[in-house]
């Protein structure tokens, strides 16, 4: 059975950084696509980026709104994600979800629907 378990959270000033990691179990970790996604009060969970399984080689892919100040990677040996998140702005909070899809071997992906397994969420508050 995959889990997902997302750390890293907290209250951070505008402009600061928190790094998020999201740690699986249950299967290969490096053959499964990554992603990662958000949701703020009274809003639709939204895509925040999405790392490709090592089928293609990690490739990356952002929401235009972190674009240029989030980095996803990944640690294969360690069966862990990171999101790396710098000049937080307050438009930024929200609870923070890790997923992981069925497809075997995908590039990455940017729809919710693509994804089955879900962590807990870690909440994330900016302060203007």
């Known amino acids: 059975q995959v889990q997902l378990v997302e750390s890293g959270g907290g209250l951070v000033q505008a402009g600061g950084s928190l790094r998020l990691s999201c740690a699986a179990s249950?299967?290969?970790?490096?053959?499964?696509?990554m992603g990662w996604f958000r949701q703020a009060p009274g809003k639709e969970r939204e895509f925040v980026a999405s790392?490709?399984?090592?089928?293609?080689?990690?490739?990356?892919d952002y929401a235009e709104s972190v674009k240029g100040r989030f980095t996803l990677s990944r640690d294969n040996a360690k069966n862990t994600a990171y999101l790396q998140m710098n000049s937080l702005k307050p438009e930024d909070t929200a609870v923070y979800y890790c997923?992981?899809?069925?497809?075997?071997?995908?590039?990455?992906?940017?729809?919710?629907?693509?994804?089955?397994?879900w962590g807990q969420g870690t909440q994330v508050t900016v302060s203007s």
């Open positions: 790392i490709s399984s090592i089928r293609y080689a990690g490739n990356t």
């Open positions: 997923a992981a899809p069925d497809r075997y071997g995908s590039n990455w992906l940017r729809s919710r629907y693509e994804y089955h397994y």
């Open positions: 249950g299967r290969t970790f490096s053959s499964y696509a």
